[in-house]
């Protein structure tokens, strides 16, 4: 018997999922999600953004596992200021993401941030071949993008909460 | 008239056949022996012997007589014929002969010979006669190296050195940190030597030696027992085992050869030779990355490397920090792919250089396997244009046994199945490689990288299904989905021949094919392949035939089939598009040009 690729996937919030789950499963990858977002602010908007990946869970028979690891003190402790942020933020996710598809026996991973036309797609990127390198696990790297529209209607019809800005305390006031 | 000259010619055919018949006789005349000795002389009566060596007769002013009721022959034109080397000494009357390292020594009127200072007895003395010093001919019994008999009917001596010897001495010793074999061997034509891996063992093969399968136990530190075998009715093969990977050296002895097995200094390298994959494995040390881009995957190196491609000299150079745990040193090799691979660190970088001293060209490939913690350096004999190669893959292995059903692994049921295709496609004159051919771990992704190293032709993987119902059965085959409307050959074609081919053998529950991208042996292989699961572990029936040897036998003959009807339409769609090249390359077409032009551009861009 033979087994499909394992990936792991770092899911960031349900509508982002949606296209890149779909296209993945095509590509023939078993599928698994990891909710890992330590830093969204209010903790009720973690909250609601962890529920609603669970929604898109059970509607897509994509097993994800969830750290619940609140660190939003440390976060608003860094040194690195403004957009310099993105890159702490982005680093906290990789790693971890990297670092459990390592000691998980996954093939590969990458990350549904990889969906949006607002974030900062290179930097994404980069940091997860750097992550990909530091922990032996592929960085299987994927531009999403043209699929955002088609991924965003998808999530309205599976009746996802779409929220209004990136996650951080910056982008909430921002 | 004619009648006359016909006469004519009858008369003097007459006078010529009596002139022959007295000549004849005079010749007899001349060859009547008279025998001088103890000064006498006596008429020789008796039958002369002429003296061949293998089957050759030689030159000799003295044949073999008969003497005082026993055979004797000449030493010096017989020893020198063999290439010994032959003394008289007139004073005391002493014969020295030396032959294959050999001391003789025959004394007129003596029965007593002496071979290397030690006395033998022979049936009769030696004895002077025409200044020849004879000897009977059953002391050649006691000669290394020959064998005689006496043809009374012919009237011919035989002297063979072309008998077929025997294993004279098999033993081994410690001498400090080294292991010293001795294998001596009383007649052989030759030998040749070269490493088993796998377990790691070293083989010397000796020509015209007979022998019986025989194990001899031995306790010295580098190896633990030694074994012959015979190969056929005139070849042996000695076997040693060793304890782990060693480094030897091996010296000729004049009856055979003496081998000095030693530790290597690093013991992180082994080799591996046992049958088509040929591989350096370095534990410990990371070579190599899998990456994954856009749905493509390659190995990234973490060295440098360079070909000599004159010399067969492939040298990789790693960094300081990823080589320290090397140290400099030559590694004896020698079998028939690899004589030596020489590690060597720069003084000055601080990097460590691999040289790879190869008999013959290599396509390289270096991988890294997880499981193992080691990368391994890939020696691989690509197809040429034009040549059909099928890899064959034998599913899981070693630390890795797929499905299983209690005792019954699937590791073992792919592989019999896999032997046995490649038997038979090796009897339809198809060239094979098999990615395991035994019970060993190959990484997942090596498998499409050494196929593709290999420029292959098709690519088979066999598998064996499970799943969590007893009843489910069947044979389903999958593959990865072509491009809509692809007219080439592809997996996907493939695989609806190999499913036909299983189902009309097997008589199993048709699953059909199945469409699997996700696959790194069906994603990653850039030639058509497939991968065949054919029955299920967890069906009491189906694991019943798979692991009956004339199912598997079935099996194989389906993928076989369908492996040579694929590999027919192959070769045909390679002639229709050399034909097309052709006529294309007769007749310059501007509109292909053209849009050449534009395709190179656009490949540019």
Same mark, same amino acid.
């Given at each position: ?27 023939? +990858? ?39 690891? +609140? ?18 933020? @982005? ?17 590969? @991973? ?24 530091? @922990? ?28 209004? @800005? ?9 | ?30 060859? =009547? ?71 003789? =020594? ?59 010897? $025997? ?30 891996? &796998? ?30 075998? *015979?190969? $056929? ?34 013991? &992180? ?18 070579? *190599? ?49 690899? $004589? ?42 690509? *197809? ?80 064996? &299904? *499970?799943?969590? $119902? ?9 593959y990865y989905p072509e491009a809509k409307g692809d007219p080439a050959f592809t997996g996907e074609k493939f695989a609806k021949m190999v499913q036909d081919a299983l189902i009309e053998k097997l008589k199993s529950v048709n699953r059909k094919t199945v469409q699997r991208p996700g696959l790194v042996v069906l994603k990653y292989t850039k030639m058509p392949a497939i991968l065949a ?26 993928? &076989? ?45």
């Open positions: 018997m033979e087994k499909d690729m394992k990936l792991l996937l770092h899911i960031c919030c349900g509508p982002c999922s949606t296209y890149p789950v779909q296209e993945l499963l095509k590509e023939g +990858f078993e599928i698994q999600g990891l909710f890992y977002n330590p830093n969204i602010h209010p903790i009720e908007e973690h909250k609601r953004r962890k529920e609603n990946v669970e929604k898109m869970s059970s509607i897509t028979n994509i097993p994800v596992v969830y750290n619940d690891d +609140f660190r939003q003190s440390e976060w608003e402790n860094l040194e690195d200021k403004g957009a310099a942020r993105c890159t702490g933020c @982005y680093s906290l996710r990789m790693e971890e993401a990297a670092r459990y598809a390592s000691e998980n026996g996954f093939e590969a @991973y990458t990350t549904t941030l990889l969906v949006s036309p607002y974030q900062k797609h290179e930097l994404i990127k980069e940091l997860g071949e750097f992550y990909a390198e530091k @922990y032996r696990v592929a960085f299987a790297y994927r531009d999403f993008r043209p699929g955002f529209r088609q991924g965003q209607q998808m999530a309205k019809e599976m009746g996802l909460y779409r929220q209004k @800005y990136c996650g951080c305390i910056l982008s909430l006031n921002g | 008239m004619i009648k006359r000259v016909g006469m004519k010619k009858f008369i003097t055919g007459i006078i010529l056949f009596c002139i022959i018949l007295i000549s004849q006789n005079v010749v007899f005349a001349a060859q =009547q022996l008279t025998l001088n000795y103890d000064n006498k002389s006596v008429k020789y009566s008796g039958v002369s012997y002429k003296i061949t060596i293998n089957d050759k007769e030689i030159k000799t002013d003295f044949p073999g007589i008969v003497f005082n009721k026993v055979t004797m022959f000449p030493l010096r034109p017989v020893f020198e014929s063999l290439g010994g080397t032959v003394i008289w000494n007139s004073k005391t009357q002493i014969m020295d002969i030396t032959y294959k390292g050999e001391k003789y =020594q025959f004394e007129n009127n003596s029965s007593n010979a002496k071979i290397n200072g030690k006395i033998i007895k022979m049936t009769s003395p030696a004895k002077k006669i025409n200044d020849r010093l004879i000897v009977p001919v059953d002391f050649l019994k006691n000669v290394k190296g020959l064998i005689a008999s006496t043809d009374t009917k012919a009237n011919v001596i035989k002297i063979s050195t072309n008998y077929t010897g $025997s294993v004279k001495e098999i033993s081994s010793a410690d001498s400090g940190e080294k292991t010293i074999v001795t294998l001596r061997m009383d007649n052989h034509k030759g030998y040749k030597y070269y490493r088993l891996t &796998n377990p790691d063992r070293i083989a010397v093969e000796f020509n015209n030696i007979k022998s019986d399968q025989k194990t001899i136990e031995t306790a010295s530190a580098h190896i633990s027992g030694i074994s012959v075998e *015979a190969i $056929s009715d005139n070849s042996t093969r000695v076997i040693i085992n060793l304890n782990e990977m060693a480094n030897f050296s091996l010296a000729d002895l004049q009856d055979g050869c003496k081998i000095t097995i030693e530790k290597p200094i690093n013991t &992180n390298l082994s080799y591996e030779n046992s049958y088509d994959r040929v591989y350096f494995s370095l534990k410990n040390i990371r070579l *190599a990355d899998i990456k994954e881009e856009n749905n493509r995957s390659y190995i990234a190196e973490r060295y440098k490397h360079e070909y000599d491609a004159e010399n067969f000299k492939y040298t990789i150079t790693i960094d300081a920090a990823s080589s320290l745990s090397l140290k400099d040193e030559v590694y004896n090799i020698d079998d028939s792919l690899v $004589s030596t691979v020489e590690i060597y660190r720069d003084k000055e970088t601080q990097d460590t250089k691999i040289t790879i001293n190869a008999k013959q060209e290599f396509v390289y490939l270096t991988s890294y396997n997880d499981k193992r913690m080691q990368s391994e350096i890939n020696l691989l004999t690509p *197809a040429k244009e034009g040549e059909a190669l099928v890899v064959i893959d034998a599913g899981h292995g070693g630390e890795d046994p797929g499905a299983n059903n209690g005792k019954i692994l699937e590791k073992d049921l792919n592989l019999a199945i896999a032997l046995k295709l490649e038997a038979l496609l090796k009897k339809n004159n198809v060239k094979t490689f098999m990615l395991r051919q035994d019970d060993t771990f190959v990484g997942l992704y090596d498998r499409p990288y050494i196929a593709n190293a290999l420029n292959a032709t098709l690519f088979v993987s066999i598998h064996n &299904n *499970a799943i969590d $119902s007893a009843k489910t059965s069947g044979t389903e085959t999958l699961e054919i029955g299920f572990l967890t069906n009491a029936a189906e694991v019943k035939n798979l692991t009956n040897p004339e199912f598997q036998q079935k099996a194989a003959e389906a993928l &076989n089939d369908s492996i040579l009807k694929a590999l027919d339409i192959i070769a045909s769609e390679k002639k229709t598009e050399d034909k097309l090249e052709n006529e294309s390359n007769n007749e310059p077409d501007p509109d292909a040009e053209a849009a050449q032009d534009i395709a190179d551009e656009q490949a540019a861009e």
